[in-house]
Every structure is written in C-alpha cells, then in structure tokens.
C-alpha cells in the first residue's frame, strides 16, 4: 500500500497526502551541509550550541516516517492513515512554524479579540 496516498476522505475531493520533507530544497541543503557546519565550528575551536544542534536534528526527523508515525484508523469508513510524527519546533521548520502561526491566529481571533468590535486591520510591531 502505498503510503502517500492512504487517506481518509474528510470532505468530497479531499484526500491525505503526506508532506515529504526529504524532497524540499531546505532539508536537501540542512542534510548535506549541517555535519560540514559541525566540522567546521569544531576546527575553529567553536562549539554549536547545544540547543542549535537539536533544532537540526529535530528538523531532519521531522515529518520521515522512519523516525515514528502514528496509524489513524476509522471505523466508520475503514480507511486509515499513517502520519509522521513531526519536530515541534520554534526554529525555521516550515511545517510547525506554520502550525504554530495558525494556532496563534486562531487564539487571537477567539479568545482576545472582542466579538463586538469591527477589527479593519490588526498589527503587532516588535522594538
């Protein structure tokens, strides 16, 4: 069974696909020049910070199924699908740095936004 394909049919014409972050330029790029970083900050007598190295690794297990997966079994529909696990990152994970926006736009939309005030435009500036 082929594994990018397996889905559960949510709304017509919607189907599952698995991302494939090992097909992306960025991940491509991480995984051939992230040891030559290492290397290269150990030469120079430089240590990666620790929290820097697992923000890599975390991003280069992110997503593969190889690294862990979750089965999603419906019963009423008897399909099911395997989902990546993914990093939970803060760092420059497209995948769960889009999560994570959207999960805070939700929140600011919902739960501090009044519901009575028109909002034409919402900015948020940084110093």
């Known amino acids: 069974m082929d594994q990018t394909a397996i889905g ?54 992110c997503g593969i199924l190889e690294n862990g997966f979750v089965r999603v079994y419906c019963h009423q529909c008897r399909h099911e699908k395997v989902v990546a696990f993914s990093c939970k990152c803060r760092g420059f994970c497209p995948s769960c740095t889009a999560r994570r926006m959207n999960d805070l736009a939700f929140h600011i939309v919902n739960k501090v936004l009044p519901e009575k005030v028109d909002v034409l435009q919402w900015v948020l500036s940084m110093p």
């Not at 991302?19 to 030469?43: C, H, K, M, T, W």
């Not at 820097?52 to 280069?60: A, D, N, Q, S, W």
Request: glycine share 6%; aromatic share 16%.
């Open 8 to 61: 559960l049919e949510t709304s017509p014409g919607f189907k599952y696909h698995r991302r494939q972050p090992e097909e992306s330029i960025l991940y491509g790029v991480v995984q051939d020049f992230y040891p030559a970083f290492l290397s290269a900050a150990n030469q120079v007598g430089k240590t990666v910070p620790k929290f820097v190295r697992r923000e890599f690794e975390k991003y280069l297990a």
